[in-house]
């Protein structure tokens, strides 16, 4: 019987822990991958993050996964073999992967360091196979290959463990921020959920000089938000007379929420010419008002992850300024229970696995 692409042996062993059906269950796995190419970097992975998008894919949320799949894309580690062609990574640099390990490097997107838009990008965790049969997995493994122009350089002052989520919540609303010009001083933002995108997009508004309104529907959520996360404002979204008031006060809206919920709301929030970003992607249409969009010139857009120059200034952006994200570190064999735990939203606010410390090899 010809051997499945996931079968076949490539050059670099490896070994991680996989979903091998839709139940969501994850277990030891031995696999390879690719040789350490011209331009590859390999390193030995440290840390990687649990995001809830993991969870989707393995359970097959998204309807075209195929199994086995090894996920992870917050992923950190340290250099131990670079290509002969590599400029920017030597062995013993700290080094990270997000989503992206690949786009078309040619077209326009590309060219304008915006790869996250390629129609040829592809994710580290989503399995797919190439021209050559070699199948891409993602970070729960002890050693990752990737092309030196989607690796990114770790700052020395930033705890890969507590920092590894910025690869993907950090990013997911640090570039909505910047293209939108909403990383002005003084202005006043709302940020809609209050998870592991959106305690993250606080830190970086704050950081940008914002006022900031936490919006939620969760109302124990507000001494959090005020106290520990130094939001200025809590809007108990519920509240009809509260919403009122506060409308036409903001001058952008970054909106972290994957649930159907009201759109129309949070545009009247809205001052004129304000700007309603969505990063949350809820999986049946979204109702939106036509009047008060157009009564305000107010803007309804969306945004995804960035590119990888915009993924490094990000990073170093959040080193700078002492951006973590909030965090609970496990070990290895604690990811099926923390998965389970992401799906009932019982984690503050992201799960890092400590894969360097505690994944045995088989």
């Known amino acids: 019987m ?167 919540a950090g990013i997911t609303t640090y570039s909505p921020l910047k293209h939108f010009g909403l990383d002005k001083p003084g202005i006043h933002i709302g940020i809609v959920g209050l998870g592991g995108l959106g305690h993250i997009a606080v830190k970086f508004a704050k950081a940008f000089g914002a006022k900031v309104t936490v919006i939620s529907t969760s109302e124990f959520k507000k001494q959090e938000a005020l106290e520990k996360l130094g939001a200025d404002a809590f809007l108990f979204s519920a509240n009809p007379e509260q919403m009122q008031a506060a409308e036409w006060t903001m001058d952008g809206i970054i909106d972290t929420v994957s649930a159907v919920h009201p759109m129309s709301p949070l545009v009247m929030l809205l001052k004129n010419d304000g700007k309603l970003i969505m990063i949350g992607a809820p999986r049946k249409p979204i109702e939106l008002e036509a009047k008060p969009v157009i009564l305000g010139r107010k803007i309804v857009a969306g945004s995804v992850i960035g590119g990888l120059k915009e993924t490094q200034e990000m990073i170093d952006f959040a080193a700078k300024h002492n951006i973590l994200p909030e965090v609970e570190v496990i070990p290895v064999d604690y990811i099926n229970n923390a998965t389970n735990r992401i799906l009932k939203a019982d984690v503050k606010y992201r799960f890092v696995v400590d894969i360097g410390n505690t994944l045995k090899s088989a």
């Open 2 to 168: 010809e051997k499945s692409p996931a079968e076949i042996e490539h050059p670099v062993k490896a070994f991680g822990w996989a979903s091998k059906d839709n139940s969501g269950v994850l277990s030891p796995f031995v696999f390879s991958r690719r040789a350490t190419g011209e331009h590859d970097v390999q390193f030995k992975v440290l840390y990687c993050g649990i995001c809830p998008s993991d969870v989707e894919m393995i359970t097959n949320k998204w309807g075209f996964i195929k199994y086995p799949v090894v996920p992870g894309h917050e992923i950190v580690g340290v250099v131990t073999e670079v290509g002969i062609k590599v400029e920017k990574f030597k062995i013993g640099d700290k080094v990270g992967v997000g989503h992206l390990v690949e786009s078309c490097r040619k077209c326009d997107l590309c060219f304008k360091d915006l790869e996250n838009y390629c129609l040829g990008k592809r994710f580290a965790h989503i399995t797919k196979y190439d021209e050559t049969g070699i199948i891409r997995f993602g970070g729960f493994s002890d050693v990752m290959v990737a092309d030196e122009h989607f690796v990114i350089r770790w700052p020395e002052n930033l705890p890969m463990d507590i920092g590894a989520p910025l690869l993907c």
